[in-house]
């Protein structure tokens, strides 16, 4: 990452935390430095080493070297994680629509992969919950003359048949059948592929796990994840702020939405599972990537 990045970082971290402070203790000597303990801490999660292979470089222990980086972790979550890791607005969603319309995907929000795959990842994702309560962007869109309203998400052939999912064809049968599973599975590589971007730039995520517990392993993914976003937005030339990208940090206004009422949920959720759906969405899909070839 860039200096300026890494110090933006290193201030947020210190303001938040008083254990990235240098201070001295009852005999007078100082202690360590912000530098020494965020260097120890994305060095290793950089290169995915254990602390004992920096406590030289950075002049501290192992012991300090570990605490160090768990610390940095949690304060990195929680001073740019309302930032890094908010749900997308309302403008978010319509430039990702234009986006995939443009690859002839309409009304596509994204791919989808996971290692809990099938209902092992659905039934614990908050995003398939708030989903499951219709608390997301609104998407409509029209195809062969039908009306959809919910977004979906290009997946692999694991995952259920709920109305937003779109699957490939197995075994596709007709050049229009065949082209759309080609395109389908060219476009769900934009997910494998940001996964191999983070793990080549994070080595703790691609090297087995450093510790045995559950809560520290989510943190250290996830502070990855939002120091990835901070590289990524610093590297993108400014005019990519020209074309629909719409953060604006805190004055943002969170969507206040009611909770929906358990016939409500019940409804959606049947709506999600519906696999007539599904079916039509896909076919439809078919002859509008096949159209959308020919017109282009």
């Known amino acids: 990452m860039a200096r300026h990045v890494f110090n933006r970082i290193r201030e947020g971290v210190v303001a938040h935390d008083p254990y990235f402070e240098c201070k001295t203790d009852a005999l007078g000597k100082l202690g360590f430095f912000s530098y020494q303990k965020c260097t120890a801490a994305i060095r290793m999660l950089a290169y995915g080493i254990p602390g004992d292979l920096v406590d030289e470089y950075v002049r501290m222990s192992e012991t300090t070297c570990l605490m160090s980086m768990y610390k940095f972790c949690q304060a990195v979550i929680e001073v740019f994680g309302p930032e890094y890791l908010r749900q997308p607005t309302a403008a978010d969603t319509e430039r990702l629509l234009a986006t995939n319309a443009a690859r002839g995907f309409l009304g596509m929000l994204g791919s989808i992969d996971c290692s809990h795959n099938d209902i092992n990842m659905l039934q614990r994702s908050p995003f398939f919950a708030r989903l499951a309560e219709s608390h997301s962007p609104p998407v409509n869109f029209e195809i062969?003359?039908?009306?959809?309203?919910?977004?979906?998400?290009?997946?692999?052939?694991?995952?259920?048949?709920?109305?937003?999912?779109?699957?490939?064809?197995?075994?596709?049968?007709?050049?229009?059948?065949?082209?759309?599973?080609?395109?389908?599975?060219?476009?769900?590589?934009?997910?494998?592929?940001?996964?191999?971007?983070?793990?080549?730039?994070?080595?703790?995520?691609?090297?087995?796990?450093?510790?045995?517990?559950?809560?520290?392993?989510?943190?250290?993914?996830?502070?990855?994840?939002?120091?990835?976003n901070m590289i990524v937005e610093d590297e993108h030339d400014d005019s990519i702020f020209?074309?629909?990208?719409?953060?604006?940090?805190?004055?943002?206004?969170?969507?206040?939405?009611?909770?929906?009422?358990?016939?409500?949920?019940?409804?959606?959720?049947?709506?999600?599972?519906?696999?007539?759906?599904?079916l039509d969405l896909q076919n439809d899909l078919v002859e509008h990537v096949w159209d959308h070839i020919d017109n282009q």
Not at 262 to 268: D, L, P, R
Request: aromatic fraction near 16%.
């Open 144 to 228: 062969n003359g039908l009306q959809y309203n919910k977004g979906y998400y290009l997946a692999d052939g694991i995952y259920p048949l709920w109305s937003t999912f779109v699957k490939t064809i197995s075994n596709p049968q007709g050049e229009k059948r065949k082209r759309f599973a080609q395109m389908q599975e060219s476009a769900r590589k934009d997910v494998e592929h940001a996964f191999g971007v983070l793990q080549s730039r994070w080595g703790i995520i691609r090297n087995p796990a450093l510790s045995w517990d559950e809560r520290k392993l989510w943190e250290v993914m996830t502070a990855c994840v939002i120091m990835h």
């Open 242 to 278: 020209d074309q629909g990208f719409d953060y604006q940090g805190e004055n943002v206004e969170p969507l206040h939405q009611e909770p929906a009422t358990f016939e409500q949920f019940v409804q959606f959720y049947r709506e999600l599972r519906d696999w007539n759906v599904y």
